[in-house]
């Protein structure tokens, strides 16, 4: 922008922008429905489109994280050590 001029925010700007930062911290996606008054969810998250897919993106590394963590290792050994066991599950007799 040139020296001396401004931009204009316009109160539709601030809306938008408080609605985003709801969203990035985590607030329920209906609950920001409810507080800007669209009828459907389907509004909110066509307009913050672009939101949700960071956001998803996220969410999918997260779950990887997690998921990371509960699974056990799987090295080539242990299951070879599992198999001389002589378990095998069947039971003589």
Known sequence: MPAG????TRVHDLRHASATLLFRAGVDLNEIRALLRHTRIA???????????????????????????????????AMERDDD???GGTSAG
């Open 43 to 77: 509004t909110t998250a066509d307009i913050y489109i672009d939101v949700l897919e960071d956001v998803r993106r996220g969410t999918a590394a997260s779950m990887d994280g997690i998921l990371g963590r509960l699974a056990p290792p799987t090295r080539p050994d």
């Open 85 to 87: 066991a002589g378990g």
């Open 5 to 8: 001029t401004y931009h204009r």
